[in-house]
């Protein structure tokens, strides 16, 4: 998986660096990354060289992390994080509301962005408890002042919903 991995960030990173001499608007892309990835000797420097080779700047890569891959209880993956963040690169939890995150590790962890999972979103519609979790999750957020996107939004209610309570992007 690392080097599967690597090669992973490495095409993202070709692929924005194609798009930026094309004349595209500056993106962000979000690349998912496991947390053998994170552990694995070498994975920071191995990235900034990634990011210099393809002239990427770090806040336009985002690595999204799984809930359950961010929620352990290991030191090094908090220090990769850190030296990550410090580089200016963007970190994600993805399908957040659906492992086992505390409120302690939200606090911890150097994050910039959480993506509530489909399974809240698809029912903000028609199901007063998903629209009650999804608005807390995003108050939650805003206050910890991290960027909220929901996953899975399929409908103009949903949208809607989302836009009304100050969803970030969807």
């Known amino acids: 998986?690392?080097?599967?991995?690597?090669?992973?960030?490495?095409?993202?990173?070709?692929?924005?660096?194609?798009?930026?001499?094309?004349?595209?608007?500056?993106?962000?892309?979000?690349?998912?990354?496991?947390?053998?990835?994170?552990?694995?000797?070498?994975?920071?420097?191995?990235?900034?060289?990634?990011?210099?080779?393809?002239?990427?700047?770090?806040?336009?890569?985002?690595?999204?992390?799984?809930?359950?891959?961010?929620?352990?209880?290991?030191?090094?993956?908090?220090?990769?994080?850190?030296?990550?963040?410090?580089?200016?690169?963007?970190?994600a939890v993805d399908d957040f509301g659906t492992g086992n995150t505390t409120f302690h590790y939200l606090k911890n962890i150097p994050l910039d962005t959480i993506k509530i999972d489909k399974s809240f979103t698809g029912g903000i519609a028609s199901d007063p408890k998903d629209a009650a979790i999804t608005k807390a999750l995003l108050a939650m957020a805003h206050r910890l002042e991290l960027n909220v996107v929901a996953e899975g939004v399929e409908n103009e209610a949903q949208f809607l919903f989302l836009g009304e309570n100050e969803c970030d992007e969807v």
């Open 1 to 91: 998986i690392v080097g599967i991995g690597r090669w992973v960030l490495k095409t993202a990173c070709q692929q924005l660096a194609a798009w930026r001499r094309e004349g595209a608007v500056p993106l962000r892309l979000s690349v998912n990354v496991s947390p053998r990835e994170l552990r694995a000797p070498g994975f920071v420097a191995s990235l900034a060289s990634i990011l210099e080779e393809t002239e990427t700047q770090p806040s336009q890569l985002e690595l999204e992390l799984t809930e359950r891959g961010v929620v352990v209880n290991d030191q090094r993956t908090l220090e990769v994080l850190l030296r990550l963040k410090e580089m200016g690169v963007r970190i």
